[in-house]
């Protein structure tokens, strides 16, 4: 899977919204954009997804550069209960054993000022 | 709808002692996870289930630990002779299907600590 940066904090004031980017210059044609959430003794919470086209759920939106070598989360009216680490993965589609292990890196530790 | 259920969301036992995890996942996933996530640290794969096919134990740490999964649905994950490197969080995901792009749901986990 194709590696992704993240900066480690960031601020965003309640009700504002929120982007938080991530970089993957090394991603492959056929590897999704995954975003991930993790709240302070919870497990992991599934955000939103991605190949080429941006996306938009009930909790977010993603927006793919044209070339897919970043993308950008936007939550966009913050609220406290955001806070939370952002994990951005890049991954395959299935193919073969192995090759749906999550590995999440140290992410973005966004804090949701009120 | 309902989420991926974990009991007990706590455990703690002493060194030594046989644990069970329970996992019961979305209704209609087909394939099943367990990862464990140590304090500060990343995702650490350990077993998967896909419908009737053999599961996948390459993640699993030793012998100590097992796994089955009933029905096609809910999972166990026991550890025997628990010794203290064990404590951890132990996740669990379900996923409609592994083909794809289908993303994993998880659970809240159960955190086990070994006294």
């Known amino acids: 899977d194709a590696k992704t940066t993240q900066p480690p904090s960031m601020d965003c004031a309640e009700g504002r919204a929120a982007n938080l980017p991530c970089n993957h210059s090394t991603i492959s044609g056929n590897e999704y954009v995954y975003w991930y959430r993790q709240i302070h003794s919870q497990g992991p919470q599934y955000i939103i997804h991605?190949?080429?086209n941006n996306e938009t759920n009930e909790m977010a939106s993603l927006i793919i550069t044209e070339d897919r070598k970043s993308s950008t989360l936007i939550l966009p009216h913050a609220t406290l209960r955001d806070t939370a680490v952002y994990y951005c993965?890049?991954?395959?589609?299935?193919?073969?054993?192995?090759?749906?292990?999550?590995?999440f890196g140290k992410g973005t530790k966004l804090s949701v000022i009120p | 709808g309902a989420g991926v259920s974990q009991s007990p969301s706590n455990k703690v036992t002493e060194k030594g002692k046989d644990v069970e995890l329970r996992c019961d996942p979305i209704?209609?996933?087909?394939?099943l996870y367990w990862y464990r996530q140590s304090l500060g640290q990343g995702l650490e794969f350990l077993i998967y289930f896909q419908g009737n096919s053999a599961p996948d134990k390459s993640g699993l740490p030793s012998d100590r630990f097992s796994a089955e999964r009933t029905g096609g649905s809910v999972s166990t994950l026991t550890i025997q002779r628990t010794q203290q490197e064990d404590s951890a969080v132990y996740l669990c995901?379900?996923?409609?299907?592994?083909?794809?792009?289908?993303?994993?749901?998880f659970g809240d986990g159960t955190r086990l600590s070994i006294l």
């Open positions: 995901a379900s996923s409609l299907v592994v083909q794809g792009n289908q993303p994993q749901h």
């Open positions: 993965i890049v991954r395959v589609a299935y193919s073969g054993a192995g090759s749906y292990q999550l590995t």
């Open positions: 209704s209609g996933h087909t394939a």
């Open positions: 991605g190949l080429k």
